[in-house]
C-alpha cells in the first residue's frame, strides 16, 4: 500500500492551496480517509478525516469553515482544499488510509490508521 501526497507549496496568508493523496494498494477495499498535520517542534495534530462513502466528514476546530476534506473513490484519491490559510498552518500534511468495515466511519486519532503518507509541506508566509 502506498500513499503519495502532493499539491504542497509556499502561499502567502489568505491564499488557497488544495492537496491531494493517491492511494495504491487498496483496490476493492473498502478505508476511511484523513489528513494530519505537524509543525516544527510540535505533534501530529488531526486535521480532517472522510469515510469511505464520502458522506461523513470531521475536522479539526482549527480549520472548520476553511478547509474541505473530499475523495473521488474511482480514482483512489483525497483532497484537501484549503482556504484562507494562516501562518499557522504551516506544517508538513500527512495523508493517512485503514482499511474499515463500515463505509460511513472515519477517525480522528492517527493511532487508528494503518497506512501514511511521506507527507507534504505547506509553508504560509504572513
Known amino acids: 500500500v502506498q500513499l503519495q501526497a502532493s499539491g504542497g507549496g509556499l502561499v502567502q496568508a489568505g491564499d488557497s492551496l488544495r492537496l491531494s493523496c493517491e492511494v495504491s494498494?487498496?483496490?476493492?477495499?473498502?478505508?476511511?480517509m484523513g489528513w494530519f498535520r505537524q509543525a516544527p517542534g510540535t505533534e501530529r495534530e488531526f486535521v480532517a478525516a472522510?469515510?469511505?462513502?464520502?458522506?461523513?466528514?470531521k475536522y479539526a476546530d482549527s480549520v472548520k469553515g476553511r478547509f474541505t476534506i473530499s475523495r473521488d473513490n474511482a480514482k483512489n484519491t483525497v483532497y484537501l482544499q484549503m482556504s484562507s490559510l494562516k501562518p499557522e498552518g504551516t506544517a508538513v500534511y500527512y495523508c493517512?488510509?485503514?482499511?474499515?468495515?463500515?463505509?460511513?466511519?472515519?477517525?480522528?486519532?492517527?493511532?487508528?490508521?494503518?497506512?501514511w503518507g511521506q507527507g507534504t509541506l505547506v509553508t504560509v508566509s504572513s
Open positions: 493517512a488510509a485503514t482499511i474499515t468495515y463500515n463505509s460511513r466511519l472515519y477517525y480522528t486519532q492517527g493511532a487508528e490508521y494503518g497506512y
Open positions: 494498494g487498496l483496490t476493492s477495499r473498502v478505508y476511511t
Open positions: 472522510i469515510s469511505w462513502s464520502g458522506g461523513n466528514t
